[in-house]
Every structure is written in C-alpha cells, then in structure tokens.
C-alpha cells in the first residue's frame, strides 16, 4: 500500500447542500429557510432560552425564598472538638484550629457550641458562643472571650 494508491472511502465524504441556485435545483428560492420569520433572515441567532415568545420556562417558575445581604455565617465547633485536640491552658482562636485542620475555609468567624463535654480549662476566642458552650466551658474553669463578629457579605464587597 503506497500513499498514492489510497482512496477515500465512500460515503466518509458527504458534498455540501448548494443553496440558492435556482428552483431546479431544489433548494432555490428561499434556499432551505422557510418564508419569512427570524430564521429566514441574516445575522440573527436566537437565545439559547428562547421559546418562540412563549414565557421563558425560568420566569414561569415561582419566586422562593430571601437571602439576605446582611447574613453572616459562622464557623462551627463544638466544644467536644476543643477537649479532644487542645491541653489546659492553651488558648483556642480561629486560626489555631485552621492551622490544626479542624475548620474549613468556608466562612469567616467562629461560633462554639455546647455538644459534648468539656473537661479542660481553655481559653476561647469565638465571635459567638451558645449559653451551653459557655455553661460547660466556664464549668470547666475555661475563660470564653467574646470578638468582633465579623462583616456581612455586603459590606465586604463595598469596602
């Protein structure tokens, strides 16, 4: 077999339909478009949600819900979590438990609540804590610092 002796094989190429050369041809006159309308015109492309004037099935759909710009969500431990990975007398803050992997970067801030038992005295830095957090972890002879909650969303992105 020699480069000059291939051969494509038939039906792999398929010739291009030739518009607008007359009725006898078959696809003269409005050349395979129809008559009139949006797609029988140049340079027109109708939107991928388009459905032919219908209301769009996004609009038909009803409105659920608010979320609210002024929301902040938190960072969550439980106060289980602080007496497993930390001694008496460390201090617990936000970016200790990042650097031990034990919050996700999901949110800014830091809120403890009161699952499980704590049996240590630690101090914790939190922005919020749940009065069963703060019960068990004075209880314990822990201090439980209150911070700056941090910025909503909103205000973050104006500043």
Same mark, same amino acid.
């Given at each position: 077999?020699?480069?000059?002796?291939?051969?494509?094989?038939?039906?792999?190429r398929?010739?291009?339909?030739?518009?607008?050369?007359?009725?006898?041809?078959?696809?003269?006159?409005?050349?395979?478009?129809?008559?009139?309308?949006?797609?029988?015109?140049?340079g027109?492309? /109708?939107?991928?949600? %388009?459905?032919? @004037?219908?209301?769009?099935?996004?609009?038909? =759909?009803? #409105?659920? *819900?608010?979320?609210?710009?002024?929301?902040?969500?938190?960072?969550?431990?439980?106060?289980?979590l /602080?007496?497993?990975? %930390?001694?008496? @007398?460390?201090?617990?803050?936000?970016?200790? =438990?990042? #650097?031990? *992997?034990?919050?996700?970067?999901?949110?800014?801030?830091?809120?403890?609540?009161?699952?499980?038992? /704590?049996?240590?005295?630690?101090?914790?830095?939190?922005?919020?804590?749940?009065?069963?957090?703060?019960?068990?972890?004075?209880?314990?002879?822990?201090?439980?610092?209150?911070?700056?909650?941090?910025?909503?969303?909103?205000?973050?992105?104006?500043?």
């Amino acid at each position: 077999m020699k480069l000059h002796n291939l051969k494509v094989t038939p039906g792999a190429r398929k010739k291009p339909k030739v518009l607008g050369r007359g009725d006898g041809s078959g696809h003269g006159g409005t050349s395979g478009r129809g008559h009139k309308g949006d797609k029988a015109r140049s340079g027109t492309k /109708i939107r991928l949600h %388009f459905e032919g @004037g219908q209301n769009t099935f996004f609009r038909r =759909l009803p #409105k659920v *819900g608010f979320k609210s710009m002024d929301k902040v969500s938190f960072n969550i431990i439980n106060v289980d979590l /602080i007496s497993k990975n %930390f001694s008496i @007398g460390d201090t617990v803050d936000e970016q200790i =438990l990042r #650097k031990k *992997g034990l919050l996700a970067d999901k949110y800014e801030g830091l809120k403890v609540l009161g699952n499980g038992n /704590i049996d240590k005295a630690v101090t914790v830095k939190a922005n919020a804590f749940s009065a069963s957090a703060k019960a068990k972890i004075e209880a314990a002879g822990g201090k439980c610092e209150l911070i700056g909650n941090p910025a909503p969303a909103s205000q973050e992105k104006n500043n």
